[in-house]
């Protein structure tokens, strides 16, 4: 070790690595999680959507063991397996349209990286449209995609090339007067018409709900309008439910409230409760234009990851899940709702299912965005045990991820927290 190092923690990169608090953890399980020092903590980000099924799920645990006992890694390049196929066919079953081809790789931004790359390749076109607010990943390309916050950017030009974005369908900060799906739309067509000329276009790149920008929900038609825009351009749909998917917003996918089907369909975090795997969803047609070999890596589609994530979707299948997360989504925002009444700071409550959050302003203004409210809320939480995050280009949201399977008595624990925390922070 090349200096003295007091504190271990220190060793584990900070602070390139954002970290929440700065507590140890030991152990988890269900909606809980257990600190180092024996704390127990309520937990309302679930690895930021990627435990859906709750900590230490027994069957998913279980599918897990039993796979590491027979193979842990089988490189896709080599070989098929079973759990790959068997996995394929149930994420082509849940993704809407007719899906057939699914490749693995090991994480979000992965997963846009390789969807890009066959919108190129099978449209033979450069440019991709993303919108602005949007998160896809840290990678260099994903970061030329993502703009929900500069710190994700800054001081990382240049950027990929051939990256255009437009303004994302934000209904509650649409300008005065203007129609959000409209307004959303008249902006797309002015990059086709200033920026790119639309038969460069490979791929127009959505997530069906902004997760790190704020958990903001466009418009059905603004998600229709896209659809129609990519057909009418050539260009492919890739919706990233990477945040979104996997049963979070009370649908297998999010995409399904809007009644539209993509071209290519990214997911990750909780297709495998916590093992790392992402899949990008597509279909033959599209594949089938790919050059053999242009995509791919060593560790996409780890075995013991392919095993979790059929044990998931059977565990969240055979328990209701998806549905648990649309009828406990409904009461927390209601709760939210209610109250909204007494506290002018909660300027909007949105959200679908499990994947909702409250946007904080400064009383009597213009929606000014009210950051400094967001963090004592999240403090207020945190001294209780619960761990809640924020989000929002302004940092002046906060969200919630319970686990899917969140049973009626930990959810009203958190809505208590979480009310007790408001009215502090609106007194002090
Ligand atoms: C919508 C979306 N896309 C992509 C990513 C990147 O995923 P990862 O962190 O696994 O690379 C995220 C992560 O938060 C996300 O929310």
Redesign the pocket.
Request: glycine share 10%.
């Given at each position: 070790m090349s200096v003295a190092v007091q504190d271990k923690k220190q060793l584990v990169v900070p602070p390139p690595q954002g970290r929440s608090t700065g507590i140890t953890v030991d152990h988890a399980e269900g909606s809980w999680f257990y600190t180092s020092d024996g704390e127990k903590w309520l937990d309302m980000v679930m690895g930021?959507?990627v435990v859906n099924t709750g900590y230490s799920h027994p069957k998913v645990l279980a599918a897990a063991q039993a796979q590491m006992e027979k193979m842990v890694h089988a490189q896709m390049a080599l070989f098929y397996n079973q759990p790959a196929m068997d996995l394929a066919e149930k994420v082509c079953e849940i993704v809407p349209g007719n899906m057939d081809r699914v490749l693995y790789a090991?994480?979000?931004?992965?997963?846009?990286e390789n969807a890009v790359k066959l919108a190129k390749q099978a449209t033979r076109r450069p440019a991709t449209i993303a919108f602005q607010g949007?998160?896809?990943?840290?990678?260099h390309l994903?970061m030329a995609l993502?703009c929900s916050k500069t710190i994700y950017r800054g001081h990382f030009e240049p950027l990929a090339g051939g990256i255009f974005h437009s303004p994302y369908c934000y209904p509650y900060r649409t300008p005065r007067g203007e129609d959000p799906t409209d307004w959303a739309l008249s902006r797309l067509d002015f990059v086709l018409r200033s920026q790119i000329v639309p038969d460069d276009v490979a791929a127009i790149l959505v997530?069906p709900i902004?997760?790190?920008g704020g958990f903001v929900v466009p418009t059905k038609e603004f998600m229709q309008a896209l659809r129609k825009k990519a057909d009418e351009i050539g260009a492919l749909l890739i919706i990233?439910?990477?945040?979104?998917g996997m049963g979070r917003t009370g649908k297998w996918f999010c995409h399904e409230y809007c009644d539209v089907t993509a071209d290519i369909v990214?997911i990750?975090?909780g297709i495998a409760s916590g093992f790392?795997l992402?899949a990008i969803v597509s279909r033959a047609d599209i594949y089938d234009k790919h050059s053999p070999g242009s995509l791919g890596g060593t560790f996409g589609g780890n075995l013991v990851s392919l095993a979790a994530g059929i044990a998931t979707i059977d565990a969240m299948r055979d328990e209701g899940m998806v549905e648990n997360a649309a009828r406990q989504g409904e009461k927390l925002r209601a709760a939210l709702r209610d109250l909204q009444k007494d506290y002018p700071q909660m300027g909007e409550v949105r959200g679908l299912g499990l994947m909702d959050a409250v946007e904080f302003v400064v009383p009597g203004t213009n929606k000014e965005p009210n950051a400094s409210f967001a963090k004592k809320v999240i403090g207020e939480c945190v001294k209780h045990k619960m761990l809640i995050l924020g989000c929002g280009y302004y940092d002046n949201c906060v969200r919630f991820l319970p686990a899917l399977n969140i049973t009626d008595a930990d959810l009203d624990t958190a809505i208590g927290i979480f009310s007790d925390a408001v009215k502090v922070a609106a007194a002090s």
């Open positions: 930021i959507a090991n994480s979000g931004a992965e997963a846009v949007a998160f896809h990943g840290r990678t994903t993502t997530e902004q997760g790190e990233d439910e990477i945040q979104a990214t990750a975090k790392p992402s």
